[in-house]
């Protein structure tokens, strides 16, 4: 059984910093293409940056040089550092995880979090 736990999320100021972690649990972060995404009400849920078991990441164009994504092997997580927030990053925030090891714009998340809310005020 694969649960993913979020935590982190809060409310900010335009232009101030967030960090997201996901701790997970029946699976191991380090050998699976884990992602963040995230859905903002009214709006489709978006992808916001994966990583893979080797490491390498991949992000939305909205959020590059913004929002890097990492994992703890040691601790089995998932991290989303955010910096220099906007309000379009305003949303729910998913932690998600795949079976495959790595990840292509096709690869199915069949495991997510209940998600972290994150608000960024102007």
């Known amino acids: 059984q694969v649960q993913l736990v979020e935590s982190g999320g809060g409310s900010v100021q335009a232009g101030g910093s967030l960090r997201l972690s996901c701790a997970a649990s029946g699976a191991t972060v380090s050998r699976t293409c884990m992602g963040w995404f995230r859905q903002a009400p009214g709006e489709e849920r978006e992808r916001v940056a994966t990583i893979d078991a080797d490491g390498t990441t991949s992000y939305a164009d909205s959020v590059k040089g913004r929002l890097t994504i990492s994992q703890d092997n040691a601790k089995n997580t998932l991290s989303l550092q955010m910096n220099a927030l906007k309000p379009d990053d305003t949303g729910m925030y998913y932690c998600?995880?795949?079976?495959?090891?790595?990840?292509?714009?096709?690869?199915?998340?069949?495991?997510w979090g209940q998600g972290t809310q994150v608000t960024v005020s102007s």
């Open positions: 998600a995880a795949s079976r495959a090891p790595y990840c292509t714009q096709w690869t199915s998340f069949v495991y």
